[in-house]
Nanobody, 114 residues
Framework: QVQVVESGGGLVQAGGSLRLSCVAS????????MGWYRQAPGNQRELVAV??????NYGDSVKGRFTISRGNAKNTVYLQMNSLKPEDTAVYYC?????????WGQGTQVTVSS
């Protein structure tokens, strides 16, 4: 069974940085893409960043501040978040696309205080 586990969330002041990590089980050769989404209370889940086939795509609100990258192990993905704003506060979910299907982690809370 595929497991997706996020870590690295927490409380940070506006202007600060956090780095989220995600590790996925299963064969790395079966992974087509990995990404991050977030959901704030009362809002729909939205794209933060995705990396697939060596290309990256970012949500408009995080462009220039966040960077997604794959780890050397290829079953890991990171999200470096700089210049954080209070509106970045949300639960951040890791998404892994396998050839067999799409899987989500349980989420990690990121809170940015003003």
């Amino acid at each position: 069974q595929v497991q997706v586990v996020e870590s690295g969330g927490g409380l940070v002041q506006a202007g600060g940085s956090l780095r989220l990590s995600c590790v996925a089980s299963g064969s790395i050769f079966s992974i087509k893409g990995m990404g991050w989404y977030r959901q704030a209370p009362g809002n729909q889940r939205e794209l933060v960043a995705v990396i697939r086939d060596g290309s990256t795509n970012y949500g408009d609100s995080v462009k220039g501040r966040f960077t997604i990258s794959r780890g050397n192990a290829k079953n890991t993905v990171y999200l470096q978040m700089n210049s954080l704003k209070p509106e970045d506060t949300a639960v951040y979910y890791c998404n892994v696309i396998y050839y067999s299907g799409t899987y989500w982690g349980q989420g990690t809370q990121v809170t940015v205080s003003s």
